[in-house]
Each structure stands twice: as C-alpha cells, then as structure tokens.
C-alpha cells in the first residue's frame, strides 16, 4: 500500500557530506512520522533521526550537529542530510514512514530498501 524508495547513498570520504532521500508512493492515505535508522555490520539497527508531521524533529546523541532531518510534506519524501561525516557512520540507512493505506484503517511502520553509506579514505 505505501512504498519507500531511498536512494543517495555511496562513497565518501571522512569529513565529507551526502544527502539521502526517501520517497513514499502508493495508495496513500496519511502519513504521521517519517525518520532514518541505520544498521551497521555486526550491529543492531538504531535511530538515526525522526520527524514528526508538524516537522518535530529528534536526533541520536551521535549525530546531532552533523546530520539534518527535513521533510517536503507536498512530495511525501523525507531528506537526512548528513555532513562531517565519519568512519563510524557507514551502515545501511533505512527510511522509516509510519502511516496509513487506503485500505487500512490504522498506522503501521513501513521500511525501504536500505541504502548503503560508507565513509572511508
């Protein structure tokens, strides 16, 4: 019913900058909170940054600064624009929409594809 497509992730090195956008489409009916969440290797997927539909935002304690949540409301996407970014970053990012079909009556988490980000020299 909803679909999240991301798409700008790659290569950068260290202390360099990418923009990740997330695209929701299908049968839509509502979205409340979009955010970012990131899988490292060998690790458990966390929180990266949310945003609220009143454009709220939160971040994780270890990206605040550098990284920045924005949402087009008009174009169902979502945008993490992350700067000064480090080897610690690299992971796959995964959009996060919770939201409503048309054909549903209640919100429900909806994940992209995933997006690989590797920061390295």
């Known amino acids: 019913q909803v679909q999240l497509v991301e798409s700008g992730g790659g290569l950068v090195q260290p202390g360099g900058s990418l923009r990740l956008s997330c695209a929701a489409s299908?049968?839509?009916?509502?979205?409340?909170?979009m955010g970012w969440y990131r899988r490292a290797p060998g690790k458990q997927r966390e929180l990266v940054a949310a945003?609220?539909?009143?454009?709220?935002?939160s971040y994780a304690d270890y990206v605040k600064g550098r990284f920045t949540i924005s949402r087009d409301n008009a174009k169902n996407t979502v945008y993490l624009q992350m700067n000064s970014l480090k080897p610690e970053d690299t992971a796959v990012y995964y959009c996060n929409a919770f939201a409503r079909g048309l054909s549903s009556r209640w919100e429900r988490d909806y994940w992209g594809q995933g997006t690989q980000v590797t920061v390295s020299s």
């Open positions: 299908g049968s839509i009916f509502t979205i409340n909170a």
């Open positions: 945003i609220s539909s009143g454009n709220s935002t």
